[in-house]
């Protein structure tokens, strides 16, 4: 440990300090100012990069040195050692930014054995935590060559450096040459984190390719650029896509798209291709929560499919936050017989199960879904005494909260949150996507109350 401290101050002081006075041939010293003044005569532009390569060389062996107690965990595949290479990118990172020629050199595996390439990997995970604009040109001239490692974890790279030309005309140009589905969507991933459009022609083209998460990264891509010009040829692609795990992407494009074309209209096509996958589809809950919730805004008004499916959806699903949605959506959109018919099954179903803290909990979240907030806190208070388990009776306490941050009642708000008997944390989490709840537990009263939930 001693050993590498030391090294560390040394290649610290290599990298960093520049003397203050030397001696010219005579002994005498001479300052800095001057030194350069006189350099500046002897020493044109076209010779400063020999220079900086030459003080590189001195310094590697240094560089080499420290680096070489981390090499037997650099070499181990990050997929099955996160937990040992991250304590170990963290040390070598720590060394500095003048590591980084060495890194860069590992890059290119020194054969094709799976220990050069798991180093080339992890010293790209080195870098990516380093400032990497004063490497872009080593970046540029790895992913313009024909060996894939490099050429793969440098567009990666590249793909950090934002604000930087040289980085996006590099993933351009090399984009053609990459015939792996992988490295292409690399590639993707790598501009869209750039914002760049560079790749929107080719990123449409991707959207008939076999490989379903080359696919993905396309819309991924597609929808960071904003590119709603796609949006008949991504509603074609939809059509005839098999892979249930990448509907996500293509349904928050075309939500996205439609908003933007059609702000406040809605869109008809878009609207349809959602009811397909509602009616005709596996989707999974997340999926389909997020169509229901998406119809409100882009299906028209008086769109009759719309309220046709929607309905029955109410009808058939009236006891699962997907029927609460439904009749959420429809409300918006204008149909307020979806409510009545939600609340008239809801009702029924209590009056059946009058000791179930599920019915009244289900209750409960449609009168909060419709702002109804007292209402709510009642069923929410009795799914609380109907349920034996502790950690359902303090969800439904924090219920309670939520509803009365809703009318701004802080005092009530504190008092359930008090009766729910769970961390600071706990509640943070819970606030964490509803901004009224949140903006009321920065209100003094509460405030002081989740501190003393800390200091416990």
Same mark, same amino acid.
């Given at each position: 440990?001693?050993?590498?401290?030391?090294?560390?101050?040394?290649?610290?002081?290599?990298?960093?300090?520049?003397?203050?006075?030397?001696?010219?041939?005579? &002994?005498?010293?001479?300052?800095?100012?001057?030194?350069?003044?006189?350099?500046?005569?002897?020493? &044109?532009?076209?010779?400063?990069?020999? #220079?900086?390569?030459?003080?590189?060389?001195?310094?590697?062996?240094?560089?080499?040195?420290?680096?070489?107690?981390?090499?037997?965990?650099?070499?181990?595949?990050?997929?099955?050692?996160?937990?040992?290479?991250?304590?170990?990118?963290?040390?070598?990172? +720590?060394? &500095?930014?003048?590591?980084?020629?060495?890194?860069?050199?590992?890059?290119?595996?020194?054969?094709?054995?799976? $220990?050069?390439?798991?180093?080339?990997?992890?010293?790209?995970?080195?870098?990516?935590? !380093?400032?990497?604009?004063? !490497?872009?040109?080593?970046?540029? $001239?790895?992913? *313009?060559?024909?060996?894939?490692?490099?050429?793969?974890?440098?567009?990666?790279?590249?793909?950090?450096?934002?604000?930087?030309?040289?980085?996006?005309?590099?993933?351009?140009?090399?984009?053609?040459?990459?015939?792996?589905?992988?490295?292409? %969507?690399?590639?993707? /991933?790598?501009?869209?984190?750039?914002?760049? *459009? =560079?790749?929107?022609? /080719?990123?449409?083209? $991707?959207?008939?390719?076999?490989?379903?998460?080359? @696919?993905?990264?396309?819309?991924?891509?597609?929808?960071?650029?904003?590119?709603?010009?796609?949006?008949? @040829?991504? #509603?074609?692609?939809?059509?005839?896509?098999?892979?249930?795990?990448? #509907?996500?992407?293509?349904?928050?494009?075309?939500?996205?798209?439609?908003?933007? #074309?059609?702000?406040?209209?809605?869109?008809?096509?878009?609207?349809?291709? !959602?009811?397909?996958?509602?009616?005709?589809?596996?989707?999974?809950?997340?999926?389909?929560?997020?169509?229901?919730?998406?119809?409100?805004?882009?299906?028209?008004?008086?769109?009759?499919?719309?309220?046709?499916?929607?309905?029955?959806?109410?009808?058939?699903?009236?006891?699962?936050?997907?029927?609460?949605?439904?009749?959420?959506?429809? *409300?918006?959109?204008?149909?307020?017989?979806?409510? %009545?018919?939600?609340?008239? %099954?809801?009702?029924?179903?209590?009056?059946?199960?009058?000791?179930?803290?599920?019915?009244?909990?289900?209750?409960?979240?449609?009168?909060?879904? !419709?702002?109804?907030?007292?209402?709510?806190?009642?069923?929410?208070?009795?799914?609380?005494?109907?349920?034996?388990?502790?950690?359902?009776?303090?969800?439904? /306490?924090?219920?309670?909260?939520?509803?009365?941050?809703? +009318?701004?009642?802080?005092?009530?708000?504190?008092?359930?949150?008090?009766?729910?008997?769970?961390?600071? *944390?706990?509640?943070?989490?819970?606030?964490?996507?509803?901004?009224?709840?949140?903006?009321?537990?920065?209100?003094?009263? =509460? %405030?002081?109350?989740?501190?003393?939930?800390?200091?416990?």
């Amino acid at each position: 440990m001693l050993r590498y401290v030391v090294l560390a101050w040394v290649a610290s002081a290599i990298v960093t300090s520049v003397p203050t006075t030397a001696q010219d041939p005579e &002994g005498a010293a001479v300052s800095r100012s001057e030194r350069a003044g006189s350099r500046s005569e002897r020493v &044109g532009l076209a010779e400063l990069p020999a #220079l900086a390569r030459a003080r590189s060389a001195r310094q590697r062996p240094v560089l080499l040195t420290l680096l070489e107690p981390f090499l037997v965990d650099l070499k181990l595949d990050y997929r099955r050692n996160a937990g040992i290479i991250d304590d170990t990118l963290d040390k070598v990172a +720590q060394i &500095g930014e003048g590591i980084a020629p060495i890194l860069l050199d590992n890059l290119t595996p020194n054969d094709a054995s799976r $220990e050069s390439i798991h180093l080339a990997e992890n010293s790209a995970r080195i870098l990516a935590r !380093f400032e990497l604009a004063p !490497f872009v040109d080593s970046l540029v $001239e790895a992913a *313009d060559g024909d060996a894939p490692t490099p050429r793969r974890l440098a567009i990666d790279l590249l793909g950090r450096v934002s604000g930087d030309q040289r980085a996006v005309d590099a993933i351009a140009r090399t984009y053609p040459r990459l015939e792996e589905s992988y490295d292409r %969507k690399n590639a993707l /991933q790598a501009m869209a984190a750039l914002r760049a *459009d =560079a790749l929107r022609q /080719q990123a449409v083209a $991707e959207l008939g390719n076999g490989d379903p998460e080359l @696919r993905s990264a396309a819309l991924r891509y597609l929808r960071g650029i904003a590119e709603w010009s796609a949006q008949d @040829r991504v #509603l074609v692609a939809l059509r005839g896509e098999k892979e249930g795990a990448i #509907l996500g992407d293509y349904l928050r494009f075309l939500r996205d798209a439609s908003l933007a #074309l059609h702000p406040g209209e809605g869109d008809a096509p878009v609207a349809e291709a !959602f009811l397909d996958l509602l009616e005709g589809t596996e989707l999974d809950r997340d999926d389909s929560r997020f169509v229901l919730e998406a119809l409100a805004e882009v299906a028209p008004k008086g769109h009759d499919r719309t309220r046709d499916v929607l309905r029955r959806w109410v009808e058939q699903e009236s006891n699962t936050r997907s029927g609460l949605v439904a009749a959420r959506t429809l *409300d918006q959109l204008g149909d307020r017989r979806a409510k %009545k018919i939600l609340f008239e %099954k809801l009702d029924e179903a209590v009056r059946r199960n009058r000791g179930s803290a599920k019915y009244h909990a289900t209750r409960a979240d449609a009168y909060f879904a !419709f702002g109804e907030f007292r209402d709510a806190i009642r069923d929410y208070e009795q799914a609380a005494r109907n349920s034996y388990d502790s950690s359902m009776k303090a969800l439904h /306490q924090l219920a309670i909260a939520r509803c009365e941050a809703h +009318q701004d009642r802080i005092q009530s708000m504190v008092a359930a949150l008090k009766d729910a008997e769970v961390s600071a *944390d706990t509640i943070r989490k819970e606030a964490a996507d509803d901004p009224v709840f949140a903006q009321a537990l920065e209100r003094d009263l =509460a %405030k002081r109350f989740l501190r003393s939930l800390d200091d416990r």
